[in-house]
């Protein structure tokens, strides 16, 4: 009788700390609902192992996801080889098909909060290799340092050097690119970095050759004001949740559990940076049917020993919303895709407005049933659809 009950409690706690409200939009819940369950279970037991000194949270759940990675192997369609852009490993796919034209160039950063995945990921080695196939394009994903062995400027520099380098005349030249067609793209810390290396390129004068086209699939663009709307409902969104992208925010920039504390409580920004949330400030940048019933409040102002120690979430390099309007009227083309279950919903939301405010291009996608991740998933309609017109659109554009 006491085993049974024990049983019983074990299967109930289990469940409670499990379980995850699903909105009705999502495509087959019961898929979602394991994979969020599998990255649930693999944060507690990363928790545990941190928790007893064995080993950092982050490279725990980065070797969780060393399983996840796959040779660079060549298929019939697509030639897939492994080489460094200025010493920052790259992984190259060409289509095998004969081309009489130079072919358009997609620089890809991979997602992953600065602190997982690689471009030899299951996911992303898929999304290259098909993409290089969809747009007779030669793809070229990009590694970078990760925390928390690595933090910024680290990643933001690695991106950088790599797509300097692959912007040279004779390397575009060496893998039969057409300077005149070539685009960067990433997907959530990706995302992040696509926007923030596109901002530094069209201010570097040393780089001749200019991106045509940005895209960027639910992005992380903000770090100063952590309490959005959709960071309010995201406490329990699938795949990434507040918390969770509150502790990738923070090891983007150090290990100190201090900085993540202030963030969770809205309270990391300085008196003398408050200027900076005017660039930040959904009351006045998201459209009304996302603010709801919520109360736009200014985040209380923060310790100034923090922004002095990491300055990076006041810096545009890690938080490209940050930036003035005339850069971002200088911005290229740019596709933003956005996901209504989505913590960082809101941050491409508001950079859309930003965008449009100054009279750039940008091309908006909001996903209703779409949630974080939903761009990479196996095996889903959602998945298939937002890929097809990713490369609807790059045919188009790039």
């Keep these: 009788m006491g085993r049974s009950i024990f049983l019983l409690i074990s299967v109930v706690l289990?469940?409670?700390?499990?379980?995850?409200?699903?909105?009705?939009?999502?495509?087959?819940?019961?898929?979602?609902?394991?994979?969020?369950?599998?990255?649930?279970?693999?944060?507690?037991?990363?928790?545990?192992?941190?928790?007893?000194?064995?080993?950092?949270?982050m490279d725990t759940m980065q070797l969780f996801m060393k399983f996840q990675e796959v040779p660079p192997m060549s298929d019939e369609n697509v030639t897939v080889m492994e080489t460094a852009f200025d010493s920052v490993p790259v992984r190259i796919y060409i289509p095998k098909r004969k081309s009489m034209a130079l072919r358009r160039g997609l620089f890809y950063i991979h997602g992953g909060g600065w602190c997982l995945g690689s471009a030899a990921y299951i996911t992303y080695d898929t999304l290259s290799r098909r993409t290089a196939h969809k747009l007779d394009a030669v793809v070229v994903s990009t590694d970078y340092g990760l925390a928390p062995k690595h933090h910024f400027p680290r990643q933001f520099e690695d991106v950088y050097r790599s797509l300097r380098w692959f912007l040279q005349e004779d390397i575009l030249e060496k893998y039969g690119v057409d300077p005149r067609r070539v685009g960067v793209s990433g997907d959530s810390a990706g995302g992040n970095l696509a926007a923030a290396v596109t901002q530094q390129l069209i201010q570097d004068p040393d780089v001749k050759i200019k991106l045509k086209v940005q895209v960027l699939i639910y992005p992380a663009l903000q770090a100063l004001d952590l309490n959005s709307p959709s960071y309010q409902e995201g406490l329990h969104f699938p795949i990434l949740t507040r918390s969770l992208m509150v502790r990738f925010w923070r090891e983007y920039f150090t290990t100190d559990q201090g900085l993540e504390k202030a963030m969770l409580l809205n309270q990391h920004v300085p008196m003398e940076f408050s200027h900076l949330l005017q660039f930040v400030n959904w009351s006045s940048l998201l459209p009304a049917r996302y603010k709801k019933n919520h109360v736009y409040k200014n985040p209380t102002p923060g310790s100034s020993e923090l922004a002095q120690k990491y300055p990076g979430f006041i810096d545009v390099k890690a938080c490209p919303l940050l930036a003035s309007d005339n850069i971002l009227h200088h911005l290229p083309l740019t596709y933003i895709i956005t996901c209504q279950y989505d913590v960082?919903?809101?941050?491409?939301?508001?950079?859309?407005?930003?965008?449009?405010?100054?009279?750039?291009?940008?091309?908006?996608?909001?996903?209703?049933?779409?949630?974080?991740?939903?761009?990479?998933?196996?095996?889903?309609?959602?998945?298939?659809?937002?890929?097809?017109q990713y490369w609807s659109w790059l045919i188009k554009n790039l």
């Design 14 to 57: 289990v469940a409670y700390y499990v379980y995850i409200p699903l909105p009705d939009a999502i495509e087959k819940p019961w898929w979602v609902f394991r994979e969020a369950t599998l990255i649930k279970i693999g944060t507690y037991l990363a928790s545990f192992g941190e928790l007893l000194g064995i080993n950092h949270f």
């Design 344 to 388: 960082l919903r809101d941050d491409g939301l508001m950079y859309v407005k930003r965008l449009q405010n100054v009279g750039a291009h940008v091309t908006h996608h909001h996903i209703e049933d779409g949630f974080h991740g939903a761009f990479t998933s196996p095996g889903l309609k959602i998945t298939n659809r937002l890929q097809s």
